[in-house]
């Protein structure tokens, strides 16, 4: 049965802080399949979760050869949202070859897997995430590990089988350097070795090894080279790229980037190379390493940065503005090896898309719009 499509626009309120968390529900009709992908400009999907409090939803937006975008598709998580914004980035994740969806369930401290279908997503499994708020997760081989941002905090493990089970794993839940970290994202190191965390509060990238059960050992606190570190990106050969929101005031966003070794050390490439704009959070780099693209979420605009193999970052436009968004741009994906870029705008329920240059610049496209309140996470093939 078809659901009717509505859009609420409210006000976007961004302060401080505040203007990393913004987020925007929506159920959409029914498409009858979906292209299972590759990556030469075939079709695909984006993937956006409502984080609804009553029922937690994701819809599924056909994505066409040219990057456009059809009417979306939900599919329950089994799970409940927030409503409101997470302040963070990998709350939707695909797992590598697009079999798998992952999904935090923050207002039910859960995690729900989902079957990637030609026809759409099946669910799988919703567990317990381990803690309480789950904002972002993360996935290497069979290997699953959530970040529960509330309460005390902590990270937690799991495996997940070849039939889409989460199974957790004992005694791997690790706190975090603190228990008002304002934890915003997770996620594996290129070969899996090492888990990073980030920490807006308290200024803080946290590092775990990953030893060969899959359990770790940490935290290892670092301080970031500049204030609020949020959103971050891995380059194929390894190299940190962290956003720096630095509390939301206009002109003091960056990105910097960081050498891990084995053991999880930090060592600074790039310190905090300025955006011009305002509340840099959600962080993508292209997966051949030589772009990365950070949301300004009070800005509305997205800056691009050319990454050397050394992981130097250069701004690619003097003013910052590689693109123009909706109102409060928050999570960010790249799909269709690498083709096309989207925004979820927290402000006014939209999605941009655009199609990135050979050079690394960015043209507006057409996208979607009618999310409602409360939309988070961000994932496309």
Not at 125 to 152: I, K, M
Not at 272 to 286: P, Y
Not at 357 to 367: C, E, H, S, V, Y
């Amino acid at each position: 049965m078809k659901t009717s499509w509505k859009m609420s626009l409210p006000t976007l309120a961004l302060a401080a802080l505040g203007a990393c968390t913004a987020s925007r529900d929506a159920n959409g009709p029914r498409v009858p399949s979906f292209s299972r992908v590759g990556d030469d400009g075939s079709p695909g999907a984006v993937y956006v979760a409502t984080n609804a409090t009553a029922a937690n939803e994701v819809l599924v937006f056909p994505r066409a050869g040219d990057g456009t975008l059809g009417a979306p598709s939900p599919f329950a998580t089994g799970g409940k949202g927030s409503g409101g914004g997470l302040g963070n980035q990998g709350g939707v994740v695909l797992t590598q070859g697009h079999r798998w969806l992952l999904v935090v369930n923050a207002g039910s401290n859960e995690v729900s897997v989902f079957a990637v279908e030609p026809d759409g997503l099946e669910l799988k499994d919703h567990r317990s995430s381990g803690g309480e708020r789950p904002v972002s997760v993360t996935t290497f081989g069979g290997l699953v590990y959530v970040l529960n941002a509330g309460g005390v905090g902590n990270i937690t493990g799991f495996r997940l089988s070849e039939h889409g089970r989460l199974r957790p794993l004992p005694r791997s839940t690790r706190p975090l350097s603190s228990t008002t970290a304002g934890a915003a994202q997770i996620a594996f190191s290129p070969h899996g070795g090492v888990l990073v965390v980030t920490e807006k509060a308290t200024n803080t990238i946290d590092t775990y090894v990953v030893q060969d059960d899959g359990l770790t050992q940490g935290p290892q606190p670092q301080p970031s080279v500049g204030q609020t570190p949020f959103g971050f990106a891995f380059s194929r050969r390894g190299a940190l790229v962290v956003s720096e929101a630095a509390g939301g005031p206009a002109g003091t966003s960056a990105l910097s980037s960081y050498d891990v070794s084995e053991r999880g050390k930090l060592a600074v490439v790039s310190p905090s190379v300025g955006t011009t704009q305002r509340a840099s959070c959600w962080v993508v780099i292209t997966s051949d390493s030589r772009f990365a693209y950070t949301t300004n979420t009070g800005s509305a605009t997205i800056s691009g940065y050319s990454v050397s193999p050394d992981g130097d970052l250069t701004l690619l436009a003097a003013n910052g503005v590689s693109g123009t968004t909706g109102p409060g741009p928050i999570d960010m994906a790249l799909s269709g090896g690498d083709r096309f870029l989207y925004t979820l705008n927290s402000g006014d329920g939209t999605i941009s898309a655009f199609r990135v240059n050979a050079d690394g610049g960015l043209m507006a496209q057409t996208g979607a719009a009618g999310l409602q309140a409360g939309a988070n996470g961000l994932a496309a093939r």
